[in-house]
């Protein structure tokens, strides 16, 4: 699986958008990207994945460069409840694969 | 919206006693993976689990732990002996059958070995 790079941490100020960045240089043609987040203490959730084309769902919006060397997250209206480490994960789709966590990005929202 | 659960939220246990970690998966989920996180650490893949059969695991799945799906529906983690460094956050997740394979979560057990 490709490796990821993403900043320690980022602040965004509540009910702006919040914009997390990953370097994926490495990638290859059938890796997808994944993002995830985790609040402290809870379990991983999932947020939205793509593979060439960009993805919007009711979480976020996911952008992929053109030539898939990067990407960013979007959090259209930040909550303070978006509070959390933020994973990139790109990796080959399909059977039971596992997941690589990296130390992700922690967000924090300001009031 | 379907969850995944699991239970205990917390166990705490002696050193080399047996512990049983269960988790109820999404329904239509084929897919199953355990992980885990010492405090303060990253998240770490323990063992996916396809079919009744394990599809990968890591260097940390050691012979001191099993897995299983006794019912067909619970999906259960099991370490033999327990460490003290087997004091982790241990999380179950699913993911249903497609290409993309995203995988959803549950809480998590907080696991203390005294």
């Known amino acids: 699986d490709a490796k990821t790079t993403q900043p320690t941490s980022m602040d965004c100020a509540e009910g702006r958008a919040a914009n997390l960045p990953c370097n994926h240089s490495t990638i290859s043609g059938n890796e997808y990207v994944y993002w995830y987040r985790q609040i402290h203490s809870q379990g991983p959730q999932y947020i939205i994945h793509?593979?060439?084309n960009n993805e919007t769902n009711e979480m976020a919006s996911l952008i992929i460069t053109e030539d898939r060397k990067s990407s960013t997250l979007i959090l259209p209206h930040a909550t303070l409840r978006d509070t959390a480490v933020y994973y990139c994960?790109?990796?080959?789709?399909?059977?039971?694969?596992?997941?690589?966590f990296g130390s992700g990005t922690q967000l924090t929202v300001l009031p | 919206e379907p969850e995944v659960t699991q239970t205990p939220s917390h166990q705490v246990t002696q050193m080399g006693q047996e512990v049983i970690l269960h988790c109820v998966p999404i329904?239509?989920?084929?897919?199953f993976y355990w992980y885990r996180q010492i405090l303060g650490q990253k998240v770490e893949f323990l063992v996916s689990?396809?079919?009744?059969?394990?599809?990968?695991k890591s260097e940390i799945f050691d012979d001191q732990f099993s897995v299983e799906r006794p019912d067909g529906s619970n999906f259960t983690l099991k370490i033999r002996s327990t460490k003290l460094e087997d004091s982790a956050m241990y999380f179950c997740a699913n993911s249903p059958p497609g290409v993309t394979n995203e995988q959803f979560f549950g809480p998590g057990t907080r696991l203390t070995v005294l």
């Open positions: 329904s239509n989920h084929l897919y």
């Open positions: 793509g593979l060439k």
């Open positions: 994960i790109v990796r080959v789709g399909g059977s039971a694969r596992q997941l690589t």
């Open positions: 689990f396809y079919n009744n059969e394990i599809s990968e």
